[in-house]
């Protein structure tokens, strides 16, 4: 009987059409099978009735016989060698993405279990300004206040020191709801969902954006992804303590992504205009959207976004046009928007709400410090600058020797200056210039942008000059910005064969090793009686344990720590519903 004369049949039609169904039935069936066990079976999740087994085992037969004739006849219809090339197809996708969620498992299972539960910081425990009475975690749960009240009282979110990153306190705020419904549940803890949530997706573009954009293969693309994850300063900062960071580095990746594809398919932009005018807005909206979250994050974010302003000016003036204006008119739109926020519209909001002004003295430079610097004999910002870019630079490459990371920098800006050339578009005469060199200086111009960064925040707060700091929470931007750097050197360097393939593969898959092998070693100095935050590494799973056991009659619990505020709060909160 011909496929022809069998789809005259409109039931077979049917069928033919919604074939899949029946497997999905048969699913359904073999898990009704464990309820009705429940009632006729004996726990093993089979029934052994004889007349339910057999009809259910005979219904099973049909269905799944059925599924597979189907199939078959429905790849009889089409070429077979290319529908046998597009299940490949799809098969090479899905093993992708597979193995990048099995990856993704693997390293939150593997930061959850090394961590330990995270620590309790002080900051969260107490607060760390005089105007604060209680911790960012107490704040947060507190039931006195309504939530934008919460998120504007920069005396606890931000210590009061004002910093027009308000957008980032909302995700504290759902972290600390995470805690403390784990509390509840009693598994006590203080990692940061945001945390662990954000540095999956930054995962997640930056391997789209190599397998898709840059043409690394899957295997080199999930180790660039794994290099990044285990750098000390992402893998560290999982506990609960401030999401500025990693918020503003999520917000910066899908910026730059998104930055990336316009200005790569500038041409394709502009046929677009002719063609679908209406869609063009929404693409600049999202740009608009997304520096605005960029600036409300950090002020790390804002500096960068200065950084972007500049390069876009540069590219408008040496090559004219309306994707390019757009783009940075969207950038000077957040940058002029958060600066109005933070000298006016913030304080004007914070008083409505809570009757105060917040203090601007945090954001005020020291600048004394340079014009009076025989004053400070051991404050050579300048020097400790570079050398805070380095240490987070070679952290992320695999632990490696400063002077190693240093010429890598210098090969790297070389390399730019030599493959990259900048062009200069007259637009009027239809000319159009490359110039090589021009990239290169600009990367050596963004280099000693970070350092500028990096000196400003050593003048601010001179204890990020500390080896512990190196490995926590504040480098999180700048390493994730030097990631995506190298990334793009990788891709240089492979679109022009200076190395070979399999070299590369063997250097990246080293580095990677490096950098999980490494991993005791700085969680070591994190632990170190010098480091910040040591002793409450040590502590803190003695906490969660008396919190875990804090309504076991059994389990005794030490004075200091039962008279603490912060245990007692917690315990409290879930007394009655864990009894």
Known sequence: MSNKFLNSYSIFQLLL????????????IRATEFLLDIALGDGDGSIQSFYPYMLLTATKFSLVMGFIALSIVKLSEVDFQNRTQQIFEKLKKASSAYSFFLIAIVYVSFSVYY????????????GASENSTIGFLRHYLSSDMPFLQKIFDVRVTD???????????????????????????????????????FTL???????????????FNAFISLLFVIILWTAPCIFFSATFYRSAKISTSFFLVWYFILLYKVLAGSDKLNNLYSDLKSQIPKIYLGITLLGLAVVFTDRQGFFFMLIVLLFL??????????????????????????????????????????????????????????????????????????DILLQEWRLLLGNVPTFMVFTFGIWLIFTFAK???WTFENPLAHQAISVKGIVGALVFLFLIFIILLNMLMRMRHPAIYQEGYFRYYYPIPVTVILFILTLLFIQIIQNHRLVKSSKLAI??????????????SHYAVLRSDTAPRAMRIKNTPVFLEALRNSNNPDYTISDSLASKPIFQFLKNRHTDSRK
């Open 17 to 28: 059409k919604y074939r899949n169904y029946l497997f999905f039935a048969f699913l359904l």
């Open 115 to 126: 961590q330990q539960g995270g620590f309790l910081d002080n900051e969260v425990e107490y």
């Open 159 to 197: 210590n009061s020191a004002f910093q027009s990153r308000e957008l980032s306190f909302v995700f504290d705020y759902i972290d600390a709801q995470f805690i403390d419904r784990c509390i509840g549940l009693g598994i006590p803890h203080f990692y940061s969902l945001s945390h662990y949530i």
């Open 201 to 215: 997706l930054i995962g997640w573009w930056l391997y789209s954006f190599c397998t898709k954009h840059l043409n």
């Open 313 to 386: 000016a540069f590219k408008w003036l040496s090559a004219p046009s309306k994707n390019t204006a757009m783009l940075f008119f969207s950038c000077l739109f957040a940058v002029a928007f958060n600066t109005f926020y933070n000298y006016y519209l913030g304080g004007k909001i914070i008083f409505a709400l809570h009757g105060y002004y917040p203090d601007f003295t945090y954001q005020k430079i020291p600048w004394s410090m340079l014009t009076d610097w025989w004053h400070y004999q051991d404050a050579v910002f300048f020097e400790e600058a570079i």
């Open 419 to 421: 493959y990259v050339p």
């Open 507 to 520: 250097l990246v898959l080293l580095i990677a090793m490096s950098n999980i092998f490494s991993l005791p």
